[in-house]
């Protein structure tokens, strides 16, 4: 589908400088720009490319001023990279529009629908599960007895929730996550072997989560699993039984948080980040890559390395520890 730059500028409430009955149909880089795509510019880096480059829209800042000709039609906006973050969105949103119910798929009779859906073939729905308008199942999941799915939610292909799990409104879940798996709870026995503990809670994801690919959050042994509102989980992530995130929580890839801790709000958890059970970290707290949290933090820290510390602290230490051979054979050469 095209779009012409005057429809463009209206959703972004931008000016537009040349042509206003360009078309675009698809978007690109700045550098790589082609006819009939749109692109922008907001890093002064790239200023080189909007002189060169193919594109036929470019969104550009208000305070741009070219100093050569310009082949493109420019779209003047407030924030350039902001503007064209709502065009990905727009054109991700009309790319992925899809309704109805393909064939074959399994749906509990006692399954509650809502209006616009979209339900991918080979989806699995059970009983007494409720999901609410415009929710897009994409082929191949699994939905449990007695899950709830609130609206404007998409669940991409593969994607597993296991019965009593319950998922708010505008989530996005990505391809193979698994929601609602048994937390891993054993308990030893005398003779060296262990016993199951059943897993009888669920798991909850409130409004505005995004869940990244294979991602696994584990249903709580009592009680509920909870990931609060607008936190972003990225891929390859594991979430223990009895864990709850904070809202607005950003945590990257390959992340793994024991049972039972506390994530506070506002967070920043960088990737291959090990956090133990059973502790409580604070809000607004960052936490670097490839760190692990043993311990209770306070809000407002800064973390950095095993086990974690204050970030200066962890930089002050770190100037020895790279010094230590030298510091050895000077200690030993006295």
């Known amino acids: 589908m095209e779009f012409k730059a005057t429809q463009i500028a209206e959703i972004l409430g931008g000016e537009i400088v040349g042509d206003s009955s360009a078309t675009v149909s698809t978007l690109s880089k700045i550098e790589e720009g082609e006819k009939g795509s749109m692109t922008f510019l907001s890093n002064p880096k790239y200023t080189q490319y909007i002189y060169s480059t193919n594109a036929s829209v470019v969104i550009v800042n208000k305070s741009f001023e070219a100093t050569k000709e310009i082949k493109a039609t420019l779209i003047k906006v407030e ?4 503007a064209f973050t709502q065009i990905l969105e727009f054109y991700n949103e009309y790319k992925n529009q899809k309704s109805g119910i393909e064939s074959p798929v ?4 006692t399954a509650t629908l809502g209006e616009d859906l979209y339900i991918g073939a080979f ?6 599960v409720t999901i609410g308008n415009n929710v897009k199942v994409y082929p191949g999941c699994y939905i449990g007895d007695n899950v709830t799915i609130k609206e404007n939610t998409t669940l991409y292909a593969g994607v597993k929730i296991y019965a009593d ?3 708010g409104s505008h989530c996005k879940i990505h391809a193979g996550a698994v929601i609602g798996a048994d937390g891993f709870g054993f308990a030893p026995t ?3 072997t262990y016993t199951t503990i059943p897993q009888i809670g669920n798991v909850i994801i409130q409004d505005n989560v ?5 991602t696994t959050i584990d249903r709580a042994t009592m009680g509920s699993t909870i990931i609060k509102q607008g936190t972003k989980l990225d891929n390859l992530i594991q979430i223990g039984h009895n864990v709850v995130v904070g809202e607005n929580t950003v945590i990257a890839g390959q992340t793994a948080i024991a049972g039972s801790s506390t994530i506070g709000d506002y967070c920043m958890i960088g990737g291959q980040v090990g956090i133990a059970g059973h502790i409580k970290i604070g809000k607004n707290v ?5 760190s692990g949290v043993t311990k209770n933090t306070k809000d407002n820290v800064v973390l950095r390395g095993i086990p974690a510390m204050d970030y200066s602290d962890y930089n002050k230490s770190y100037v020895y520890f790279k010094r230590l051979p030298q510091i050895v054979e000077e200690l030993k050469n006295k």
């Open 210 to 214: 995004d869940i990244g690919a294979n």
């Open 286 to 290: 960052k936490v670097s890559a490839k």
């Open 123 to 128: 989806a699995y729905i059970g009983a007494n």
């Open 190 to 192: 005398s003779s060296g």
């Open 165 to 167: 799990c319950e998922i």
């Open 106 to 109: 399994s749906i509990s009779d």
């Open 79 to 82: 924030d350039a990279y902001q």
